[in-house]
């Protein structure tokens, strides 16, 4: 598989309604490649779930953080796994 143009990084909150929608205009886009990574702030709604409905459409992974912190310490994080073909790291 080629190495994405762009990772789209999502972080997230018990919206999944709202992601869903996010994931539909995502997954409407065409001429670009790219990844998805839905970084979830412990969510107790089924945020994983609105996720895996999408795996068919996006390349799309989900990562879940459990530790309990403000939300902006969480987007950082979800930059490792990113793998967009400009990456020099990894």
Do not use: K
């Amino acid at each position: 598989m080629d190495r994405p143009d762009v990772s789209v990084i999502i972080p997230t909150y018990n919206r999944p309604r709202q992601l869903a929608r996010c994931l539909e205009a995502l997954s409407a886009t065409r001429d670009e490649t790219f990844e998805v990574i839905v970084a979830d702030d412990g969510s107790s709604e089924p945020v994983e779930a609105v996720v895996h409905a999408f795996a068919d459409r996006l390349d799309i992974s989900y990562l879940l953080w459990t530790v309990l912190a403000p939300a902006p310490s969480l987007w950082p994080w979800g930059l490792p796994p990113a793998n967009p073909s400009g990456n020099t790291q990894g």
